[in-house]
């Protein structure tokens, strides 16, 4: 019989789990404050659980993380770690310090089911949806990583699914990752401090908006649909009219909440002066903040980085007209850490057709 990995349960499944071996809901509670609180994985340890339940969760339960296989420092102080799942997968998580904020990216699929052009990730194919556990267990360990809490260790404040993968395309396990992330008894993040990054799935973003209200980024990347179409295939499927009453839809009632869209700058293929003007009129009616992310080249890469002065040039047109507009600074790039770079290790990366026929 297969133990069930507590990693994989939020508040109310990991309670509808105690209450199914006849004890009451706040087990739940002394378990998850020794999981995520104190960094106990061994039910043995738990002593204020009785001797009899801890013995009765050694044989029906486990909590695994996933496995931590090497860390790589920046020199800007960024770490990515190689984390390797059951299968012999690995994803690759990152940490980006600055001044009193700490940023995890977390991963949530093993390569990605989509194919931007521009992603390294991308390039890699695409396996499987990661677990809840494998979700959430890229936190737990980054914040054992990091000193688990203790005096002097560095704190894990904000928390982005920009990693390797579509989240939206993971929907089911992803979402109770965002409420432990956000759980008091877990990892006890503001709604504002965790944040899905999407490349515009749009029936999942308005079936989100129904279950969490964590901040939404948008991988934008073309202010129009023939350009998107090339750098985002999936727009194809969901083009930018769709998308952009999608996301109108998902901060309606959260004001003053905005969406944040990334774009890449590419040189010479979406960052001329008639870009940032399209840019403005399609995000005009937007609560918005951009992010104007300089590309971070990979092996075979295509595309090449827009030179500084014409990213200036972009973001001075949008903030002319209003738009909260910053250009990203890269991090990690020595360690191959930066935006779009992560890449992991993919075995069998011949299932992105059959799972996007699946998810409709």
């Not at 396996?127 to 556990?133: D, Q």
């Amino acid at each position: 019989m297969n133990k069930v990995n507590l990693l994989d349960l939020d508040r109310p499944a990991l309670q509808a789990f105690f209450l199914e071996l006849g004890e009451q809901r706040f087990r739940a509670e002394q378990v998850m404050k020794w999981i995520y609180h104190e960094g106990i994985t061994d039910f043995a340890a738990m002593t204020n659980l009785s001797k009899a339940l801890r013995v009765q969760l050694d044989a029906l339960a486990e909590v695994r993380p996933p496995r931590l296989l090497y860390e790589r420092v920046s020199v800007d102080g960024t770490r990515k770690w190689l984390v390797q799942l059951a299968g012999g997968n690995c994803i690759e998580t990152v940490f980006i310090p600055e001044g009193d904020r700490g940023t995890l990216c977390v991963s949530s699929q093993v390569g990605c089911i989509l194919s931007c052009s521009f992603c390294a990730t991308a390039q890699q194919g695409f396996n499987r949806n990661l677990s809840t556990a494998e979700i959430i267990g890229q936190l737990w360990l980054a914040h054992q990583a990091l000193g688990g809490g203790r005096a002097g260790s560095r704190e894990i404040t904000n928390v982005v699914l920009m990693g390797m993968g579509e989240p939206l395309y993971n929907f089911k396990n992803v979402v109770p990752a965002l409420s432990l992330m956000q759980d008091d008894l877990a990892f006890g993040l503001s709604k504002r401090r965790v944040t899905l990054s999407t490349s515009g799935v749009v029936p999942a973003i308005y079936k989100l908006r129904e279950v969490s209200d964590v901040s939404l980024a948008v991988s934008l990347h073309a202010p129009n649909d023939a350009l998107r179409n090339q750098l985002v295939p999936l727009n194809q499927r969901y083009p930018l009219a769709e998308l952009m009453a999608a996301c109108k839809a998902y901060i309606q009632g959260l004001q003053p909440r905005r969406i944040t869209w990334e774009y890449v700058m590419l040189d010479g293929v979406n960052d001329s002066e008639a870009h940032a003007r399209e840019l403005v009129t399609l995000l005009r009616d937007i609560p918005s903040k951009v992010n104007l992310i300089p590309f971070n080249p990979f092996p075979q890469a295509r595309y090449r980085r827009s030179p500084p002065a014409v990213i200036d040039r972009f973001r001075h047109i949008l903030t002319a007209h209003d738009l909260t507009t910053v250009t990203r600074k890269t991090r990690g790039e020595d360690i191959e850490a930066a935006c779009g770079q992560l890449a992991g290790q993919v075995e069998d990366r011949s299932r992105r057709q059959m799972h996007l026929r699946m998810a409709g």
